[in-house]
């Protein structure tokens, strides 16, 4: 299992990065049930994420396939959920309207798209015990409520 790490440092702010906007947050939460009664139990990231890496990862703004706005450089199963921290970059016309929202505090929702490996019934609960992670996405309207992310300011 993965370590949470609650220090870090990062990177300066020069020409190469200066349209970069740092973020990081929770994708998902352990044992909170969703608005379509999905629930992910903790663990159920920790095949996918040592067999890709967080660069397995797509990051996406509202799980559009074309629009990849940045890079998740950290994800990690902590003590509350799957914690990811990336780079949203300026290499395209959705990458800058996505930063631009995520300065202004317009946009926070992260939502993740993934295969279900594993998962059991609890009532009308899905519980998802291994996933196989394929992107996490920017969402104005995230499935999970908490699922949240914030800039990190430099």
Known sequence: MLKAVTAFSLP????????TVL????ASLWNVADLNGDVVAKGAFGDSLARTG??????????????V???WDE??????????????TDWSPDARYAAALARA???DGLSIGFRAVKARRD???????QVDLWEVSL??????????????ER
């Open 12 to 19: 300066r702010r020069g020409k190469e990065n200066a349209g």
């Open 23 to 26: 973020i990081e947050g929770h």
């Open 54 to 67: 967080p660069g397995g990862v797509r990051m996406l703004h509202q799980h559009e396939s074309r629009a």
């Open 69 to 71: 706005v940045g890079v």
């Open 75 to 88: 994800m990690l199963e902590d003590d509350r959920g799957l914690f990811v921290r990336g780079r949203i």
């Open 105 to 107: 505090g317009a946009l």
């Open 123 to 129: 009532g009308r609960l899905r519980v998802l015990t």
């Open 139 to 152: 969402v104005t309207f995230p499935m999970l409520p908490g699922a949240r992310f914030g800039v990190v």
